[in-house]
C-alpha cells in the first residue's frame, strides 16, 4: 500500500516518515487483535480491507470526488446532520483521534486535563499523519462538552472550523436554537458547495442515511444472540468504519454481514462458547484505532454485545422520519431526532439510564462496563450515578477510565476480577 | 460568635463540632491574612465584622426575612439573575464553595478529576458546615461548564435545585435561549415566593443591583492609582462579600471605603510602595475564602490591581440598562447585560482577551497571573492563547493552575521569578 499512495500522501502534506510509522503500527495492531480472532464472519473481510485501505483506497476516492468538484467535510459528532451535506452533494467523513498521536504538540494548544479523543485530532493535524484534515474542505465542530468546544476554538488556527451551538436542556427553547443551528448549518453547507439544498435531495439524503443507521441497528439487534454471532472488536470496527465509508456501499456491506450471522445463529454457532459473559460497553466514544476495551473484555473470556456509545447505537437507534415533504419539514424531523439522542452533554439525561438498562436486558448482558475517557467530564459525571442505580436493578457496573496509553495490564486487571464475579451468572 | 449562635446552628442541622473546626481554622486564617496587612483603609472595619460574622449575623439575618415570610436563593453564578430573586422579595446569597471541606465524600458523588469549586460546594453540603445550604429554599445553578452541570444533576438529591440552561454561542438563537430561561426562571421565582413580579418591583431591584455593581466598579477604577489606595486581598474581599451581605447597605460600605481611598490617592498613599510589581488577576473565580493568589502576590511585594473574574470586574462591569418601562423590556435588558459578559463558557469569547488588554492598561499593570482552578477546562484551554497574545503585546503573562490545597510554597516560587522579571519594568 505504502508504495502505491506514497504520492498522494506528499501531495496532501503529511509527514511521510511519521505516517509510514503511524500505518505499520496500526497495521500490526491491526493483525494482533482482529485477525488472530477464531472464527470471524467471513463477511468481515470487506471492513478488513477497509481498514487497510482507510488512508489509502478511501482518500483516493475522497480526492477523486473533490477533483470531481465535490467538498468533504470533516466532523467528530453524530450531531453533525450528515444528510444535509450529502444533500448538498458533498462528503461527510469522521476525523483520525483513536490514538496517541503528537500528543507533546497538542498540549502546547490544549490544557493538559484534556480528553485523549481531543489531544488525537490535534495531535493527528500538528504530526501531518491524518489525511483526511489535509483533505477536508471543513472541519465541523459542536459544542458537546467543554472540552471540544473550546478545542475547536484554537483548532481554527489550524484548519477552516466551523462550529454548530447546541442547547443543554431539551426544552422548547432549546429545541429552537438547535433547529436554527440547522439552518444556519444548511446556508454554510449551501455556501461551501454552492449548491441548494432542496428538498427532494434532503428526502434521498436522509434516506440514505436512515438506511445505514438501520443496517447497523439489524446488526446491533444481532449480538443478542448467545453465543454471540460477532465478536464485539468486530462489531465495533463496523460501526467505526461506518463514520468513514460511502454511506450506500457501506449498508450493502453490513446488511451482507448481518445476512451471514443470522445463518450463524440459526445454526447456534457464535464467536464465545455460550455462557461467556456478556457485556455492554456503555459510555465515551471509541474512535479507530481505541480497541482497548473490547480487545480486553475479549482475550479474557468476555464478549462484548453492545455499545451504548456514540459509535454504536448512539448514532444509530433513531431515524429521522421520513414523512415529512418539505424542507423546514425535514430539518424539522432532523432535529427532533438528534434532540433524541442520550448525550451526557444534556442536563438532565436521565433517559440514558433507562437505555442502557433496557439495552442491557434486550441484549443478554451480564454486566455493563461503563468506559470513560479520561477527563471526558460528563460521561464521567454520569457513571457514579449509572453504576449505583444499575445495582440497585440488579445490573453489576464496572467503572474503567482511561486514555490512550499502554495500560491495558491495569485495564485487564479490573475486567477480569469483573468477569470472575459475573461467571456464575453468565449463562445461568 | 460560637457560643451566641450555637443553638441556630443546631437547628439548622449544622455538624457542630466540624463547623467549629471551620470556624476556627477561618478566623486564624484571617487574622494572619488580612489583619497583620499595614496600613489598611479604615472602612474595611466592616468588611472584617461581615467576614467574622459570615455564618454568624448574616445567617441570623437571613433566618429572620424568613420568619417573616421572605424566601432565599443561594447561587453560585453572575448569570443568576438576582434582580428577579429581589423584585419578587426574596433573598439570593451566594454560596460557600472556596476551601478543602468534605472532598472525600463529595469524591462519592463527582469524577476525582473535578474542580475544587464544586467539590466545594458538594463538600460544604455533605459535611453540613454551610449554613447557607441548610436555610436556603431553593439552590440555582446554571449550565455554564461541564462541572457544574452535571454535579447540579446530583446535588438534586441533597437540596432542591433549579438549573438555567445557556447557550454557548452570542448568536440570535442564543439570544431567545437566554431570554426564555429569564422568562422560566421569573415564573419559577413567583412559584416558590408566591409574589408575582412587576415591572415596578424589576425596575427598583434593577437599580439596586445597578447600585452595587456602580460601587463595585468605583472601587476597581480607583485601584488604577500608583501607589495602589488598596490591597489585592481587601479588594477581592469586597468583591466576596457582594455575594452574601444585603446589597443596599453593601452597597454604602463599598462606597465609604471608595470615599477613603479617594482622600489616600489625593495624599498620595498607599499600601504598596510606588513602583511595586502591579498584578491583574484574570481567570477562574475565587470564592470565600480562596485568598491564595493575592496573598502570594502580595506576600512578595507585588500588588494585585484588578480581578478579571466572576468574584470581579466581570460581574460588575456593565450595568442593566434602566430605560425600559415594561417587565419583558426589562428582562429584555438584563438578558443583554449578561450576555455582555465574556465568561470562558461561550465559543467564542474572544472579546475577553481584549478586556484583560485594556484593563491591564487602565489599571497600570505590569504583569497578568492567569488564575486556573484545577480542572476549569473552560478558562484553562483560553489561558494558552491569552498568554500567547498578551505576550505579543508585551503583556507578560504568569499562568497558575492550582487547587484548594496548601500549595503555596509551589506557587510562591513562581509569582517570585515573575515578579523579580517584572521589576524592572514596574515604576519605569
Known amino acids: 500500500m505504502v508504495a502505491e499512495y506514497r504520492g498522494m500522501w506528499q501531495e496532501l502534506g503529511l509527514d511521510l516518515e511519521a505516517h509510514d510509522a503511524l500505518l505499520e503500527g496500526l497495521g500490526e495492531a491491526y493483525r494482533d487483535i482482529f485477525l488472530t480472532q477464531p472464527n470471524r464472519p467471513r463477511a468481515m473481510d470487506y471492513f ?83 489525511p483526511y484534515f489535509e483533505l477536508a474542505d471543513l472541519v465541523v465542530g459542536e459544542a458537546t462538552c467543554d472540552g471540544k468546544k473550546k478545542a475547536y476554538e484554537v483548532f481554527g488556527d489550524l484548519a477552516p472550523v466551523y462550529v454548530m451551538d447546541l442547547p443543554q436542556t431539551k426544552s422548547g427553547a432549546g429545541r429552537a436554537l438547535w433547529r436554527a443551528e440547522l439552518g444556519r448549518f444548511t446556508a454554510e453547507i449551501e455556501r461551501l458547495t454552492g449548491r441548494t439544498v432542496t428538498a427532494g435531495g434532503l428526502r434521498e439524503a436522509v434516506g440514505v442515511v436512515n438506511a445505514r443507521r438501520a443496517a447497523l441497528n439489524r446488526l446491533a439487534r444481532l449480538r443478542a444472540a448467545d453465543p454471540a454471532p460477532i465478536s464485539g472488536l468486530d462489531a465495533l470496527l463496523v460501526n467505526q468504519v461506518a463514520f468513514y465509508d460511502d454511506p450506500v456501499r457501506f449498508t450493502d456491506k453490513v446488511n451482507a454481514l448481518c445476512d451471514e450471522l443470522e445463518q450463524r445463529i440459526r445454526r447456534g454457532e457464535g464467536v464465545a462458547p455460550r455462557g461467556a459473559p456478556r457485556i455492554l460497553v456503555s459510555g465515551s466514544p471509541m474512535a479507530v484505532p481505541n480497541w482497548k476495551i473490547p480487545m480486553v ?30 424542507l423546514d419539514g425535514l430539518l424539522d424531523a432532523i432535529c427532533d431526532r438528534t434532540l433524541r439522542i442520550e448525550c451526557a452533554c444534556f442536563t438532565p439525561n436521565n433517559e440514558r439510564l ?75
Not at 88 to 114: H, K, M, N, S, W
Not at 306 to 319: A, K, P
Open 48 to 130: 478488513d480491507f477497509v481498514v487497510g485501505e482507510i488512508h489509502g483506497a478511501r482518500v483516493q476516492e475522497l480526492l477523486h470526488a473533490k477533483a470531481q468538484g465535490r467538498k468533504v467535510v470533516a466532523a467528530f459528532c453524530v450531531f453533525v446532520p450528515e444528510e444535509v451535506v450529502l444533500a448538498a452533494g458533498a462528503i461527510q467523513v469522521g476525523l483520525c483521534g483513536g490514538a496517541e498521536v503528537g500528543f507533546d504538540r497538542a498540549e502546547q494548544y490544549l490544557p493538559q486535563a484534556t480528553c485523549p479523543l481531543i489531544k488525537s485530532f490535534f495531535g493527528f493535524k500538528l504530526a501531518r499523519v491524518c
Open 297 to 326: 473484555v475479549e482475550s479474557c473470556g468476555g464478549v462484548v454485545v453492545g455499545e451504548e456509545s456514540c459509535v454504536g447505537t448512539r448514532s444509530t437507534r433513531d431515524l429521522v422520519d421520513e414523512g415529512a415533504q418539505t
Open 354 to 428: 433507562e437505555t442502557v438498562d433496557r439495552m442491557a436486558g434486550e441484549l443478554r448482558a451480564d454486566g455493563v462496563l461503563h468506559y470513560n475517557l479520561s477527563f471526558c467530564t460528563p460521561y464521567a459525571a454520569e457513571s457514579l450515578r449509572l453504576q449505583r442505580e444499575l445495582s440497585r436493578r440488579g445490573r453489576p457496573v464496572l467503572r474503567i477510565e482511561t486514555d490512550y496509553s499502554r495500560d491495558e495490564g491495569q485495564v485487564r486487571n479490573r475486567v477480569e476480577a469483573f468477569l470472575e464475579m459475573l461467571r456464575p451468572q453468565a449463562g445461568a
